[in-house]
Antibody, heavy 120, light 107 residues
Framework: QVQLVQSGAEVKKPGASVMLSCKASGYTFTSHAITWVRQAPGQGLEWMGWISGYNENTLYALKFQVRVTMTIDTSTSTAYMELTSLRSDDTAVYYC?????????????WGQGTTVTVSS | DIQMTQSPASLSASVGDRVTITCQASQDISNYLNWYQQKPGKAPKVLIYDAANLETGVPSRFSGSGSGTDFSFTISSLQPEDIATYYCQQYDNLPLTFGGGTKVEIK
């Protein structure tokens, strides 16, 4: 079955960087894009960006454009998201999600999420 | 950016009640809308895609309707396991945007 398995929880100090991974299985990785979404404690869902599994094109939310880098490794069917210059308000659960075949920006499957805590 | 206005922010209903949540987009998004269920500590789960299509395996008491700017999501007979927060999300254009969520509780 289609699965996205994300890396484990991270605790970082302000100013540090974090790289999260999202390993896909059960489908052809290059046929779907991966979207990253985050959710701060008790808050709603916030789109961070999108990376094509086919040609690695990326589209980032304006808010994160200077601090985020999304990459993929097709040999291991893994997507990565690096966020730099971490601040306390980056504390959140970060999700990867698979885009659908029928629409490049649609979402159908989510990873379990990775908790990132930014604290001095 | 397309703004998604979801209401109500919370509701309390009895088991067996019909529950409806609405979502309004700030511009025409055709039918490019998902409805999600999120339980505490869990990832969102797609219930409805393309505004009205039930995702495989989702109980038929869940339904969605609408197109353009006005959408609704209905639970025809609320069950105890439906306690969760529900979100709408447009995927007509980037950035993807979500409604603020509706927390559903049992009365």
């Amino acid at each position: 079955q289609v699965q996205l398995v994300q890396s484990g929880a991270e605790v970082k100090k302000p100013g540090a960087s974090v790289m999260l991974s999202c390993k896909a299985s059960g489908y052809t990785f290059t046929s779907h894009a991966i979207t990253w979404v985050r959710q701060a404690p008790g808050q709603g869902l916030e789109w961070m960006g999108w990376i094509s599994g086919y040609n690695e094109n990326t589209l980032y939310a304006l808010k994160f454009q200077v601090r985020v880098t999304m990459t993929i490794d097709t040999s291991t069917s893994t997507a990565y998201m690096e966020l730099t210059s971490l601040r306390s308000d980056d504390t959140a659960v970060y999700y990867c999600a698979r885009s659908t075949i029928r629409h490049p920006y649609g979402i159908d499957v989510w990873g379990q999420g990775t908790t990132v805590t930014v604290s001095s | 950016d397309i703004q998604m206005t979801q209401s109500p922010a919370s509701l309390s209903a009895s088991v067996g009640d019909r529950v409806t949540i609405t979502c309004q987009a700030s511009q025409d998004i055709s039918n490019y809308l998902n409805w999600y269920q999120q339980k505490p500590g869990k990832a969102p789960k797609v219930l409805i895609y393309d505004a009205a299509n039930l995702e495989t395996g989702v109980p038929s008491r869940f339904s969605g309707s609408g197109s353009g700017t006005d959408f609704s999501f209905t639970i025809s007979s609320l069950q105890p396991e439906d306690i969760a927060t529900y979100y709408c999300q447009q995927y007509d254009n980037l950035p993807l945007t979500f409604g603020g969520g509706t927390k559903v509780e049992i009365k």
